[in-house]
């Protein structure tokens, strides 16, 4: 898939990606990227980045990133586990999260997702994320 198909899949109707206006930015061979606001949409009571809106940025990504490896017309891929370490706060502008391959199986992938302050470059979040690769049912033939 082109990264304007992936756009399109993932933007095509209400998901929790559009309510927090995460964008597909990038999509080579080795890698996903995408960007989140740091606004109110992300923001926890204090006013910095929710983890839980880092959390839906890497799982997004990974999920994505693991639809790109498998056939989606026989298969699909489902999140299993997903870890994230919190390093840094961020009040306002974008993060960057990019998704990278550790392990694409037969039956399982494991992607690293890093997410950057945009601005700065910090390292504001790794996150890991186990995906099961599950075969589609059979479609039915039509009458």
């Given at each position: 898939?082109?990264?304007?198909?992936?756009?399109?899949?993932?933007?095509?109707?209400?998901?929790?990606?559009?309510?927090?206006?995460?964008?597909?930015?990038?999509?080579?061979?080795?890698?996903?990227?995408?960007?989140?606001?740091?606004?109110?949409?992300?923001?926890?009571?204090?006013?910095?980045?929710?983890?839980?809106?880092?959390?839906?940025?890497?799982?997004?990504?990974?999920?994505?990133?693991?639809?790109?490896?498998?056939?989606?017309?026989?298969?699909a891929c489902v999140g299993l586990e997903i870890n994230?370490?919190?390093?840094?706060?961020?009040?306002?502008?974008?993060?960057?999260?990019?998704?990278?391959?550790?392990?694409?199986?037969?039956?399982?992938?494991?992607?690293?997702?890093?997410?950057?302050?945009?601005?700065?470059?910090?390292?504001?979040?790794?996150?890991?994320?186990?995906?099961?690769?599950?075969?589609?049912?059979?479609?039915?033939?039509?009458?």
């Open positions: 898939m082109t990264l304007e198909q992936l756009t399109h899949w993932v933007g095509t109707r209400p998901t929790l990606a559009d309510a927090l206006g995460i964008e597909l930015t990038a999509l080579t061979d080795e890698y996903l990227e995408g960007r989140m606001p740091v606004d109110g949409r992300t923001h926890q009571p204090m006013g910095l980045l929710h983890g839980g809106a880092s959390v839906a940025l890497a799982e997004t990504l990974g999920s994505v990133g693991a639809a790109t490896k498998i056939d989606p017309t026989r298969q994230a370490n919190h390093l840094k706060g961020v009040r306002d502008g974008h993060v960057i999260g990019r998704a990278t391959p550790l392990h694409v199986g037969r039956s399982t992938q494991v992607w690293e997702i890093r997410i950057t302050h945009e601005e700065t470059g910090a390292l504001v979040c790794i996150s890991r994320i186990t995906m099961a690769v599950i075969d589609l049912p059979p479609a039915k033939p039509q009458a």
